[in-house]
């Protein structure tokens, strides 16, 4: 069996041994792990490690760049548990020292189909002033610095998009439940105001 790469670097085929294909069919995308580079002569050789499905699918299109940019699919598990047991509804102690803003009309500026709602604004007049509120979901408050979920969120620097899916840079627990800003529930924030003249000069800020 011969595998051909989909890097334009790598310009010969990998042999694949008979007992070394993991099952996989011929149209296939698979991962392979080179063991013998070859020669001039001779043609690389490896193992499949893994089948990512029939080639020319999305999905597995979907699959091909995650691993080639080394993108990161699983969160480690002491990350996981670290944040499920910070994902809760913030309690009084977490609301002490706060501005509270529940009774103002805030809202979100992610479309309906996004996958976390992290931003929002809010807007009022006070006298012939605007007031912008700018509110960003308090990821601070959930993540330990130098922990699990800190040292997997530097690992991946950012969440990336994909059609119908994300990798988000955050566990789940956090990114798409605690620190996404739902309609209707407590959620915590860092928030700056802005306050604009008539003119729409900034005039203050806090």
Request: one cysteine or more.
């Amino acid at each position: 069996l011969r595998v051909a790469p989909d890097n334009p670097r790598l310009v010969r085929d990998v042999y694949i041994a008979a007992g070394d294909a993991g099952g996989a069919r011929p149209g296939q995308k698979v991962l392979v792990r080179v063991t013998n580079w070859g020669t001039q002569q001779a043609n690389p050789e490896g193992v499949i490690t893994e089948v990512l499905g029939e080639a020319g699918e999305p999905e597995t299109d979907l699959l091909s760049i995650i691993h080639d940019h080394k993108l990161r699919i699983q969160c480690p598990s002491a990350a996981l548990k670290e944040a499920r047991s910070a994902a809760r509804t913030p309690g009084p102690a977490d609301l002490r020292g706060r501005e509270d803003l529940r009774g103002e009309i805030i809202f979100t500026v992610d479309p309906e189909t996004a996958k976390d709602f992290d931003d929002a604004v809010s807007l009022s007049r006070k006298g012939t002033d605007w007031i912008l509120g700018v509110h960003i979901a308090d990821v601070s408050h959930y993540v330990e610095p130098g922990g699990p979920i800190d040292e997997e969120a530097r690992r991946r620097a950012t969440s990336v998009y994909f059609p119908g899916r994300v990798l988000p840079m955050l566990p789940e627990a956090l990114s798409n439940d605690a620190c996404s800003l739902r309609e209707g529930e407590d959620r915590l924030t860092v928030s700056a105001f802005l306050v604009f003249s008539p003119e729409g000069r900034v005039t203050a800020s806090r």
